[in-house]
């Protein structure tokens, strides 16, 4: 089993940045694309980035040039830095990884999943 902490969240004025971090451990092994997901109240989860097994990367629209997604496989830890921050951002970010090294599917298709960490964003 893979376990997932995220960390790193908080509340920031618009225009702030935050950089979350999710921590794996335990079979590590078995991980292969990271991603990234977000909810927030009364709206549909959603991917925000992911980062495949070769390094290779892709956002979500909505996030472009503000965010970038990074791991560190030595640490086995996922990054999110989040800048230029606005307040539709305000959401639960989810750190979630799955065992193909692919990144296509979405959230069920990802078996690892962490608990969350807060993003509030006031304007």
């Known amino acids: 089993q893979v376990r997932l902490v995220e960390s790193g969240g908080g509340s920031v004025q618009s225009g702030g940045s935050l950089r979350l971090s999710c921590e794996a451990s335990?079979?590590?092994?078995?991980?292969?694309?990271m991603a990234w997901f977000r909810q927030a109240p009364g709206k549909e989860r959603e991917r925000v980035a992911n980062?495949?097994?070769?390094?290779?990367?892709s956002y979500a629209d909505f996030v472009k040039g503000r965010f970038t997604v990074s791991r560190d496989n030595a640490k086995m830890t996922l990054y999110l830095q989040m800048n230029s921050l606005k307040p539709e951002d305000t959401a639960m970010y989810y750190c979630?990884?799955?065992?193909?090294?692919?990144?296509?599917?979405?959230?069920?298709?990802?078996?690892?999943r962490g608990q969350g960490t807060q993003v509030t964003v006031s304007s």
């Open positions: 979630a990884a799955r065992s193909s090294g692919y990144c296509s599917g979405s959230w069920p298709l990802f078996g690892y």
């Open positions: 335990g079979a590590t092994y078995g991980v292969g694309c």
């Open positions: 980062i495949a097994s070769d390094g290779s990367r």
